[in-house]
């Protein structure tokens, strides 16, 4: 079992629409989850981070936590085809683990 | 404050040749991290790298392997390149902690002809 799964996707929303990203974890000791966004071609970059249960919300960007679930959450509102990119979800326990990636394509 | 460093960017090998990759971390962090990335196994981990000692590995053969410098500059080197190495090499630094996050360089491409 991998210490970080996320649904393999790919994921195709319509513009405007939701857009949920899912993860689930498997050390109950991970104190921080995060949340990249990778452009084709580019480097992963830090969109968001969560520590407690519940919601976090930036603009269009909520990230959701559950450590009784060991799941966690990306949503994106008000999808736009900008947010076309690999989402990868990452928590840190013994080391830092990220999962494989999930493409998020946003149709015009 | 400078960004994580990988060079080279691209690079073009020939089956059963060797490479070595360079990763130049922020610095003051310790912790160097390396992944390989291709389209159908997405991000696999390869081996992480702490005040010079190999912290953790992946499940990666014994041709991969890495280390890192006293000025925690790190080296990852593949010997006996295969086809399937063709991937995007990913460096990451990061300091100390729970709640640190990672800090990715610009990735070398490595194809193998």
């Known amino acids: 079992q991998k210490e970080v799964e996320q649904n393999s996707g790919p994921l195709s929303v319509p513009e405007g629409a939701i857009a949920s990203l899912n993860c689930t974890y498997s050390?109950?000791?991970?104190?921080?989850f995060f949340w990249y966004r990778q452009y084709s071609g580019k480097s992963p970059e830090l969109i968001m981070f969560i520590y407690s249960n519940g919601d976090k919300e930036d603009g269009r960007f909520t990230a959701q936590l559950n450590k009784a679930s060991q799941y966690v959450s990306l949503l994106i509102r008000d999808s736009q085809p900008s947010d076309s990119a690999t989402y990868l979800c990452?928590?840190?326990?013994?080391?830092?683990?990220f999962g494989t990636g999930t493409s998020l394509t946003v149709i015009p | 404050k400078a960004g994580v460093t990988q060079t080279p960017r691209y690079l073009i090998k020939t089956r059963g040749q060797q490479v070595t990759l360079s990763c130049s971390p922020i610095s003051g962090h310790r912790s160097v991290s390396w992944y390989q990335q291709t389209p159908g196994q997405g991000l696999q981990f390869l081996f992480e790298y702490f005040s010079e000692t190999q912290r953790n590995k992946g499940n990666f053969p014994g041709r991969f392997s890495g280390r890192q410098f006293s000025n925690s500059r790190s080296e990852m080197n593949v010997s006996t390149l295969e086809l399937g190495d063709s991937a995007l090499y990913l460096c990451?630094?990061?300091?100390?902690?729970?709640?640190?996050?990672?800090?990715f360089g610009q990735g070398t491409r490595l194809t193998v002809v």
């Open positions: 990451a630094s990061r300091s100390p902690g729970f709640y640190t996050e990672a800090f």
């Open positions: 050390d109950r000791g991970s104190q921080s």
């Open positions: 990452a928590a840190t326990g013994n080391q830092f683990y």
